[in-house]
């Protein structure tokens, strides 16, 4: 069982930056791919971003292409996602997950943690 806990959410500006963390409770690097996804009140949740157990292949959503960046340090089982140019929709609670697959559907990722709000104001 891995469990995972987001941190580094909030409150920002239209236009700025935060980078979200997410801690797993074990070594993921053996096997885990890391990813992102987002939910927004009223909606469904959806994919932002996903990265390989080894870091050299990563995958976004067209709606944060060239706005999000995700990372991963395998050594302290940790995944980040640095969000620049924030604009009010990217407003939700984000959840780090883990599962065997790099994949842009919810239903293949196994561990989710208990997510961390974003808040962008215009």
């Known amino acids: 069982q891995v469990q995972l806990v987001e941190s580094g959410g909030g409150l920002v500006q239209a236009g700025g930056s935060l980078t979200l963390s997410c801690a797993a409770s074990?070594?993921?690097?053996?096997?885990?791919?890391m990813g992102w996804f987002r939910q927004a009140p009223g909606k469904e949740r959806e994919f932002v971003a996903a990265i390989t157990w080894s870091g050299s292949t990563t995958h976004y959503a067209d709606s944060v292409k060239g706005r999000f960046t995700i990372s991963r340090n395998n050594a302290k089982n940790t995944a980040f996602l640095q969000m620049n140019s924030l604009n009010p929709e990217d407003t939700a609670v984000y959840y780090c997950?883990?599962?065997?697959?790099?994949?842009?559907?919810?239903?293949?990722?196994?561990?989710w943690g208990q997510g961390t709000q974003v808040t962008v104001s215009s």
């Open positions: 074990a070594p993921t690097s053996s096997t885990f791919a």
């Open positions: 997950t883990a599962g065997a697959v790099v994949a842009t559907s919810r239903a293949l990722y196994d561990y």
